[in-house]
């Protein structure tokens, strides 16, 4: 059921691949709530996914631009801003990948230029967004900027290696910026620690399949989906949450408060 709570609103969404990841199932949920937006995502990344059927789906238009690359981000609101004939409203950066993880170094042995294209690609391009979002003077008053984080910013998960530090940083960069945004002209900052979630990118983790199960008995709601997770963003998007700043908010069932549940003690002794 829709709400129109995005109606008239207008944004940029980061990193639809494919069906499976998060990025795509909130340009659905967006766009059955009344807003229009922009699909962009790395050159190489456009190639592999099925982005374009997204966009006709939506009616967006899609415009490359590497998140790390100042020129091509300025590019990317500049163009948005013409397309969509306005300022923006919302913003959601879901972009993450290690390629350390990828070709499967272990945390001891990292390779240290791969760890800081890493950082570059999963953590500072949040700032990149976010500093030339504020240099196009791109959002409207009230706005909300996203980005998706894990857990593992702040507990040790051995097989997330060095993308725990990018999400360190991200939800840094979320804080630190969230206070310039908010006293320049009210914009929001945040980022959505999401549970484990069957997407392309998410299922590349080693032992992913044994965690998501061991994170779906460790919250007493069960892991968050791909779809609840796009509801929540909608919401941050929305009017609603015209207060809620440069927070890290929990999408984990519960996951990060519990010590242990009845469902994770019954396995044990199985």
Known sequence: MAYN???GKKGIIFGALDERSIAWKVALKAH???????????????????INSLAETCGAEVIPADATSLEDLESL???SMEVLGGKLDFVLHSIGMSP??????PYTDLNYDWFQKTLDISG?????????ADKTDAMNEWGSILALSYIAAQRTFPDYSDMA???SL?????????????KKNKVRVNTISQSPTMTTAGSGVGGFDVFFDYADKMSPLGNATAEECADYVVMMFSDFTRKVTMQNLMHDGGFS?????ADLIQELNR
């Open 5 to 7: 709570l995005l109606k």
């Open 100 to 105: 350390n993880v990828r070709k499967n170094k």
């Open 170 to 182: 991200l939800e840094s960069i979320a804080r630190s910026y969230g206070y310039f945004f908010a």
């Open 257 to 261: 408060s519990s010590g242990i549940t």
């Open 32 to 50: 059955e709530e009344g807003a229009t937006f922009t699909l962009t995502n790395a050159p190489i990344a456009l190639r592999m996914g099925q």
């Open 165 to 167: 530090q990018a999400k």
């Open 124 to 132: 500072l391009s949040f700032h990149k967004v976010l500093q030339t």
């Open 77 to 79: 609101f500049s163009r």
